[in-house]
């Protein structure tokens, strides 16, 4: 089973940018990113099918989200900017699954971003 290790979140006032990465143990076909905030449903943020580049965000983070993937590294990335606070949640990195639905088969054990308000 593939292992998933996130890294790069923290705390970062609105506005601001953070990065996360994502180091895969292989190469997986889809790659993604997908948050739950303590009391609501998970939601999925960016998705990637990492042998043609295809990418899928969510409506809330397009535009200051930017998802992209180095294959020689079997490393994700989550680059993200305009931060605000309704951003605060754990995201876990995905793999496997439906891309272009977030709907994803295998997740790491989430990294904690957090935007004061």
């Known amino acids: 089973q593939v292992q998933l290790v996130e890294s790069g979140g923290g705390s970062v006032q609105a506005g601001g940018s953070l990065r996360l990465s994502c180091y895969a143990s292989?190469?997986?076909?889809?790659m993604g990113w997908f948050r739950q905030a303590p009391g609501k449903e998970r939601e999925g943020v960016a998705a990637?099918?990492?042998?043609?580049?295809?990418?899928y965000y969510a409506y809330s983070v397009k535009g200051r989200f930017t998802i992209s993937r180095d294959n020689a590294k079997n490393t994700l990335y989550l680059q993200m900017n305009s931060l605000k606070p309704v951003d605060t949640a754990m995201y876990f990195c995905?793999?496997?699954?439906?891309?272009?639905?977030?709907?994803?088969?295998?997740w790491g054990q989430g990294t904690q971003v957090t935007v004061p308000s």
């Open positions: 995905a793999a496997d699954g439906d891309c272009s639905t977030f709907d994803f088969a295998a």
């Open positions: 292989y190469r997986r076909y889809c």
């Open positions: 990637i099918y990492t042998s043609s580049g295809s990418t």
